[in-house]
T-cell receptor, first 113, second 112 residues
Framework: KAGVTQTPRYLIKTRGQQVTLSCSPI?????VSWYQQTPGQGLQFLFE???????NKGNFPGRFSGRQFSNSRSEMNVSTLELGDSALYLC????????????FGQGTRLTVV | EDQVTQSPEALRLQEGESSSLNCSYT??????LFWYRQDPGKGPEFLFT???AGEEKEKERLKATLTKKESFLHITAPKPEDSATYLC?????????????FGAGTRLTVKP
């Protein structure tokens, strides 16, 4: 069974630009969560989408947004990029029920220069 | 404030030298505690879910236990391939809250 797929794996962007990251969940999974991982802050929750609706949101500025499509694939967008947005962005999918483990993709490494 | 604290930050072991990693948590109501393993440049790999105090789960050389305030990941006779960062995460008992709050991780190095 295919795992969670994130594209692209690596990105280099310039300050002020915007970027879109993609996540294809495990087949059948309806929940997709996004996390930001940096050496200083660790893994931090961005938001969760379930059945095309944002169900939960972490403490990030409005420059970070996302959406989910009817096939459960999700995209995350960051506008007006800042140097501090450089990080590994991870998405995780599960069935959407509480207490169920989430399975992570390999991540997208974003570098802002 | 709810938080998850892992200790030690880094641990170096000789091959075969057993040890334990700690994850202490303070949440208003625990729904589940998760252990993940992460290799450099990769996404976290799921290991265990624990739901209630007293619960234990095992997988090969790893054994996870849970109390009301902390969880331990015991590594028995580790091998170099066990070297990785081990992350724990908690999920709160909040309706429709599917997010996990992660600790900073323990970076384990096992030397041959």
């Amino acid at each position: 069974k295919a795992g969670v797929t994130q594209t692209p794996r690596y990105l280099i962007k310039t300050r002020g630009q915007q970027v879109t990251l993609s996540c294809s969940p495990i087949s059948g999974h309806r929940s997709v969560s996004w996390y930001q991982q940096t050496p200083g802050q660790g893994l931090q929750f961005l938001f969760e989408y379930f059945s095309e609706t944002q169900r939960n949101k972490g403490n990030f500025p409005g420059r970070f947004s996302g959406r989910q499509f009817s096939n459960s694939r999700s995209e995350m967008n960051v506008s007006t990029l800042e140097l501090g947005d450089s990080a590994l962005y991870l998405c995780a999918s599960n069935w959407g029920l509480p207490n169920t483990e989430a399975f992570f993709g390999q991540g997208t490494r974003l570098t802002v220069v | 404030e709810d938080q998850v604290t892992q200790s030690p930050e880094a641990l170096r072991l000789q091959e075969g030298e057993s040890s334990s990693l700690n994850c202490s948590y303070t949440v208003s109501g625990l729904r589940g505690l998760f252990w993940y393993r992460q290799d450099p440049g990769k996404g976290p790999e799921f290991l265990f879910t624990l739901y209630s105090a007293g619960e234990e789960k095992e997988k090969e050389r790893l054994k996870a236990t849970l109390t009301k305030k902390e969880s331990f990941l015991h590594i028995t006779a580790p091998k170099p391939e066990d070297s990785a960062t081990y992350l724990c995460a908690v999920q709160e008992r909040t309706y429709n809250n599917n997010d996990m709050r992660f600790g900073a991780g323990t970076r384990l190095t096992v030397k041959p």
